[in-house]
């Protein structure tokens, strides 16, 4: 007979029973507490209750107020964006995408067998200096489209057999792509949103996203204040609002739920890019993510950092990472009893 591991023997009998699995692991008291805090696990994705009842509709037309005035992330520029009137991201209330794809380079869970349906948004609130993306991210490269065409976008990556919908840097346009779910639902859009984001986010405006969004993927970048307002656009209340976020989205879904081909259905997964010298402040991050979330979060520990863009101007961030210090973030890793990493 075959050998068997408990884990793999766990996910065949759930794949037959259509169940969810989590990975196994008893958690210490402390973390079971937090669990029992996190809602209980509703059937995905969830936004199609919400849109049945009219919320889903409700919070796009409350969201898309905000434009006028905008207060949507943590740089609180106060602009009227319907009037064309920019703040720090450079976006206006039209959405605008650069791309959207079937995506294979993502994390395992999202990729699956048909990959991970992403759209890919222009301009960014956080505008990172090394940004690999800032073609994208900082010049807006891409195109005006109307809500009702990121909705038949949405469309087309669930006909391709996409798991789910990630949406890359979301947070600037967050009214018109909440306006785009309400148009995708009654046209068949039945698989789970993926919020793609660098978590430089307001816990408030997170709060429209429960019950919305199925799955977080937060990108955590600095520890420290200083190196935030450095290498990001003077966003020196990155680390405040980071962790305050990552609260909320973690309140909001909980660990990573996977179906019984692994495939994610609902939960947070963590990013963390490792800067050279230590300048992401990774101990700290970790600690945080062992501590304040869980020792069972899907912790994704980033190595691919190359100096881009403007990164050459600054000496700390002015080379790739060296194999020593990548294996300087998993030792944290493990003294933090970190026990789902990406691999
Ligand atoms: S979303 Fe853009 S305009 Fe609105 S507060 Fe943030 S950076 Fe400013």
Redo the contacts with the bound molecule.
């Keep these: 007979m075959r050998k068997t591991s408990r884990r793999r023997f766990l996910e065949e009998s759930l794949a037959v029973t259509g169940s969810f699995m989590v990975y196994p692991y008893r958690p210490d008291p402390r973390e079971a507490e937090r669990m029992a805090r996190t809602p209980s696990r509703s059937p995905y994705p969830s936004y199609l209750s919400l849109f049945e009842d009219g919320r889903l509709k409700q919070r796009a037309d409350d969201l898309k107020e905000i434009y006028r005035n905008?207060?949507?992330?943590?740089?609180?520029?106060?602009?009227d964006?319907t009037q064309k009137q920019?703040?720090?991201?450079?976006?206006t209330a039209k959405l605008r995408i650069s791309s959207a794809f079937p995506h294979f380079g993502e994390e395992r869970p999202l990729v699956g067998q048909k990959g991970s349906g992403t759209i890919f948004l222009s301009?960014c609130?956080l505008r990172c200096i090394y940004c690999q993306n800032y073609t994208i991210s900082i010049e807006g490269e891409g195109v005006d489209i109307p809500d009702e065409r990121a909705a038949a976008a949405m469309l087309k990556l669930q006909n391709f057999g996409c798991h789910n919908i990630n949406w890359v840097t979301p947070?600037?346009y967050l009214p018109s792509l909440i306006n785009a779910l309400t148009l995708a639902v009654p046209m068949g859009l039945k698989i789970p949103i993926v919020y793609n984001t660098s978590a430089y986010e307001k816990p408030e405006v997170l709060e429209y996203l429960d019950g919305v969004v199925d799955i977080y993927l937060p990108d955590f970048k600095y520890w420290d204040s200083a190196m935030a307002g450095k290498f990001s656009s003077e966003a020196y209340n990155y680390p405040h609002y980071a962790r305050l976020a990552f609260k909320e989205m973690f309140r909001q879904v909980g660990d990573l739920m996977v179906d019984g081909k692994g495939v994610a259905q609902r939960g947070l997964m963590v990013r963390h890019l490792v800067l050279p010298n230590r300048a992401a402040g990774t101990r700290e991050v970790l600690r945080f993510i062992a501590e304040e979330l869980s020792r069972t979060t899907y912790v994704n520990i980033m190595r691919q950092y190359r100096p881009e863009h403007r990164a050459r101007e600054h000496k700390e961030i002015d080379r790739r990472l060296t194999g020593a210090e990548y294996a300087e973030a998993l030792a944290w890793a493990r003294e933090f009893g970190l026990a789902n990493l990406d691999r």
Excluded at 70 to 79: F, W
Excluded at 86 to 91: D, H, T
């Design positions: 905008c207060s949507l992330c943590p740089r609180d520029c106060r602009v964006r920019l703040g720090k991201c450079q976006a301009h609130n947070t600037h």
